[in-house]
């Protein structure tokens, strides 16, 4: 990191008060069909596109795909858009239908996407619990038009709902693979871009809808205080911008980032600790990620990698979190809780503005420089329907700031940049009274997960190794001390959640105190994406290097790492610290 832009994220983190960020037919879409008609499938009933075949028998991608092998190699090229006329059934991955997720304008001419001209008003996102009467009622009225479209209308709302499942349920596959590798636009490094794509050209569509050129989408404010419930606009059944598919349990609550599928609510006399939590589980996040984008935005992907859910990034955990606690409560768990049904509610919208205004605001800490610089992000692409009724394709360097799409978010404050000193006030109150204090257990041995992945069914403790202590600040500047916990292993697009926390070792004990909490492994349901493999593998990766400033490990050789199972059926292959070289051109 530049010099320049380190100083200006240190300064926002130590002193800032207030933040300003600039910051079939079409018309069974979504639905589910039984029969499949297709002329060439594979064991599994896919279609397999002809000229793929013959591509991975020696064609320009003969070398990049290995026929007949489960391994296909990846190729080294950005994730292209789909061929929107090679689409095939999609796939719940909760009830394991097969759904219709194709998009109705598969035969139109496709353009390049033009941003616009810097003459163009910015619109302005504001917060949802913040909108004045008129505000509302201009969103309503948008999103009640977008709903009487014709259905086969590309604008329609289910038809706009239908991309999101489009892209993340498995009705497209890459171009040029054989077998074939699902479009997958979430877990990885394509995930900010793609959203932040998707909701401006959906804003832009609302606003034609009702004449406005200024229309802006609300985002729903959950990293502040007043913005962590569900904010009213949406939940007013006689209005648009309800659905009654939501875990009406979580109408009135807080919004707990520690929330697993079937958690009860919390007791109203633990607010003010879930939101100092809340608070500080963001300062951290930023913090931790500030050097390393990979970290906060998730990995890199390429053309060709299987299933690229192995590389979520921080930000997108968190974001599962709110899915989960949105959609349903029981499985399936439409809408907001599985992805195959995510857009369908509106307020995905207002969610997603909210993490691409996280991600303008980390953009913003580190001087606004891009947060890779490969091409294999920049020139990744994607189609939408834009607000001209034309096909666009669009690439990830079109989107790398609000401000180049002419849009910005309002200005709010940003109470986790200072949480940490309250959290720890908190976290040092005294015990109550009368309870019996917890001991320190003896510690066992250093845990080697052996040949076999170790199935997450209870807490698992172990001490792990530092590469290096007492790091100098310069050092810190130039590699992060990163927590992996790697091979993880969920059942393809089912949910999961564990947690991992990090205490000090001191003194041959482990315990009581399972130390700081670094970070969550959280998978919403998804497509079950693909044809051979019973799982897919991914790796957790979480920065620790201020985690352990706060906790005084610095100078000691070894951590605790506690990981507590919340749900599913996670299994995991081990846990090691590495330090991983920041970029130098940051
Ligand atoms: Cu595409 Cu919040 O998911």
């Given at each position: 990191?530049?010099?320049?832009?380190?100083?200006?994220?240190?300064?926002?983190?130590?002193?800032?008060?207030?933040?300003?960020?600039?910051?079939?037919?079409a018309?069974?879409?979504?639905r589910?069909?039984?029969?499949?008609?297709?002329?060439?499938?594979?064991?599994?009933?896919?279609?397999?596109?002809?000229?793929?075949?013959?591509?991975?028998?020696?064609?320009?991608?003969?070398?990049?795909?290995?026929?007949?092998?489960?391994?296909?190699?990846?190729?080294?090229?950005?994730?292209?858009?789909?061929?929107?006329?090679?689409c095939?059934?999609?796939?719940?991955?909760v009830?394991?239908?097969?759904?219709?997720?194709?998009?109705?304008?598969?035969e139109?001419?496709?353009?390049?996407?033009?941003?616009?001209?810097?003459?163009?008003?910015?619109?302005?996102?504001?917060?949802?619990?913040?909108?004045?009467?008129?505000?509302?009622?201009?969103?309503?009225?948008?999103?009640?038009?977008?709903?009487?479209?014709?259905?086969?209308?590309?604008?329609?709302?289910?038809?706009?709902?239908?991309?999101?499942?489009?892209?993340?349920?498995?009705?497209?596959?890459?171009?040029?693979?054989?077998?074939?590798?699902?479009?997958?636009?979430?877990?990885?490094?394509?995930?900010?871009?793609?959203?932040?794509?998707?909701?401006?050209?959906?804003?832009?569509?609302?606003?034609?809808?009702?004449?406005?050129?200024?229309?802006?989408?609300?985002?729903?404010?959950?990293?502040?205080?007043?913005?962590?419930?569900?904010?009213?606009?949406?939940?007013?059944?006689?209005?648009?911008?309800y659905?009654?598919?939501?875990?009406?349990?979580?109408?009135?609550?807080?919004?707990?980032?520690?929330?697993?599928?079937?958690?009860?609510?919390?007791?109203?006399?633990?607010?003010?600790?879930?939101?100092?939590h809340?608070?500080?589980?963001?300062?951290?996040?930023?913090?931790?990620?500030?050097?390393?984008?990979?970290?906060?935005?998730?990995?890199?992907?390429?053309?060709?990698?299987?299933?690229?859910?192995?590389?979520?990034?921080?930000?997108e955990?968190?974001?599962n979190?709110?899915?989960?606690?949105?959609?349903?409560?029981?499985?399936?768990?439409?809408?907001?809780g599985?992805?195959?049904?995510?857009?369908?509610?509106?307020?995905?919208?207002?969610?997603?503005?909210?993490?691409?205004?996280?991600?303008?605001?980390?953009?913003?800490?580190?001087?606004?420089?891009?947060?890779?610089?490969?091409?294999?992000?920049?020139?990744?692409?994607?189609?939408?329907?834009?607000?001209?009724?034309?096909?666009?394709?669009?690439?990830?360097k079109?989107?790398?700031?609000?401000?180049?799409?002419?849009?910005?978010?309002?200005?709010?404050?940003l109470?986790?940049?200072?949480?940490r000193?309250?959290?720890?006030?908190?976290?040092?109150?005294?015990?109550?009274?009368?309870?019996?204090?917890p001991?320190p257990?003896?510690?066992?041995?250093?845990?080697e997960?052996?040949?076999?992945?170790?199935?997450?069914?209870?807490?698992?403790?172990?001490?792990?190794?530092?590469?290096?202590?007492?790091?100098?600040?310069?050092?810190?500047?130039?590699?992060?001390?990163?927590?992996?916990?790697?091979?993880?292993?969920?059942?393809?697009?089912?949910?999961?959640?564990?947690?991992?926390?990090?205490?000090?070792?001191?003194?041959?004990?482990?315990?009581?105190?399972?130390?700081?909490?670094?970070?969550?492994?959280?998978?919403?349901?998804?497509?079950?994406?693909?044809?051979?493999?019973?799982?897919?593998?991914?790796?957790?990766?979480?920065?620790?290097?201020?985690?352990?400033?706060?906790?005084?490990?610095?100078?000691?050789?070894?951590?605790?790492?506690?990981?507590?199972?919340?749900?599913?059926?996670?299994?995991?292959?081990?846990?090691?610290?590495?330090?991983?070289?920041?970029?130098?051109?940051?």
């Open positions: 990191m530049s010099l320049m832009a380190s100083s200006a994220l240190s300064a926002a983190f130590s002193h800032s008060h207030r933040m300003a960020t600039t910051q079939p037919s018309s069974i879409a979504g589910r069909v039984t029969a499949v008609s297709c002329e060439l499938k594979d064991e599994d009933n896919h279609v397999i596109d002809r000229r793929n075949v013959l591509l991975g028998l020696g064609g320009l991608y003969g070398a990049a795909a290995t026929l007949g092998s489960q391994k296909k190699k990846a190729i080294g090229a950005p994730v292209h858009a789909p061929e929107l006329s090679k095939h059934l999609a796939e719940d991955s009830t394991g239908e097969k759904v219709f997720c194709c998009l109705p304008y598969n139109r001419d496709i353009v390049e996407f033009v941003p616009p001209p810097p003459y163009e008003p910015i619109r302005v996102r504001r917060p949802a619990h913040k909108l004045d009467l008129e505000y509302v009622a201009k969103f309503e009225e948008a999103v009640a038009r977008m709903k009487a479209l014709p259905p086969n209308d590309p604008w329609n709302f289910m038809q706009q709902a239908t991309i999101h499942c489009a892209y993340c349920n498995g009705a497209y596959d890459q171009v040029g693979f054989y077998p074939p590798v699902s479009l997958q636009v979430h877990g990885s490094w394509l995930f900010l871009p793609f959203h932040r794509l998707y909701l401006y050209f959906y804003e832009r569509i609302l606003g034609k809808l009702i004449g406005d050129p200024n229309f802006a989408l609300p985002y729903w404010n959950w990293d502040s205080p007043e913005g962590m419930r569900m904010p009213e606009i949406y939940l007013n059944p006689s209005s648009p911008l659905n009654p598919m939501r875990d009406k349990g979580h109408y009135a609550a807080l919004f707990d980032y520690k929330y697993a599928v079937g958690d009860p609510n919390p007791e109203p006399s633990r607010d003010e600790h879930i939101v100092t809340n608070l500080h589980h963001l300062h951290r996040m930023f913090k931790e990620s500030e050097r390393n984008p990979k970290l906060f935005m998730g990995k890199p992907v390429v053309a060709g990698e299987e299933v690229p859910s192995n590389a979520s990034g921080n930000l955990n968190l974001h979190i709110v899915h989960s606690w949105t959609g349903t409560s029981e499985a399936p768990y439409y809408d907001m599985d992805f195959f049904t995510a857009a369908r509610d509106i307020i995905f919208f207002g969610h997603h503005a909210n993490v691409d205004r996280l991600w303008e605001i980390y953009n913003g800490f580190r001087g606004h420089i891009p947060e890779f610089k490969q091409e294999d992000w920049l020139e990744a692409s994607f189609i939408f329907y834009d607000e001209n009724r034309q096909v666009v394709r669009c690439k990830v079109d989107c790398l700031t609000p401000q180049q799409l002419r849009y910005s978010y309002h200005p709010e404050n109470p986790w940049l200072h949480a000193q309250h959290y720890f006030r908190l976290k040092d109150k005294k015990p109550i009274a009368g309870e019996p204090a001991v257990v003896p510690a066992a041995p250093i845990y997960f052996g040949p076999e992945p170790k199935p997450l069914v209870e807490p698992i403790q172990v001490i792990v190794p530092r590469p290096k202590i007492s790091r100098t600040k310069f050092e810190k500047e130039a590699a992060t001390e990163v927590l992996i916990i790697e091979g993880i292993e969920v059942p393809f697009g089912a949910a999961a959640r564990f947690d991992v926390y990090v205490a000090k070792f001191v003194d041959g004990h482990i315990g009581p105190d399972i130390g700081e909490l670094a970070g969550s492994f959280v998978k919403i349901p998804h497509s079950k994406h693909k044809f051979h493999l019973l799982h897919h593998k991914s790796s957790l990766e979480l920065g620790i290097t201020s985690l352990l400033e706060d906790i005084e490990a610095d100078p000691l050789d070894k951590v605790v790492v506690t990981i507590l199972p919340r749900i599913g059926e996670v299994k995991i292959r081990g846990i090691h610290i590495e330090l991983v070289k920041v970029d130098p051109e940051y």
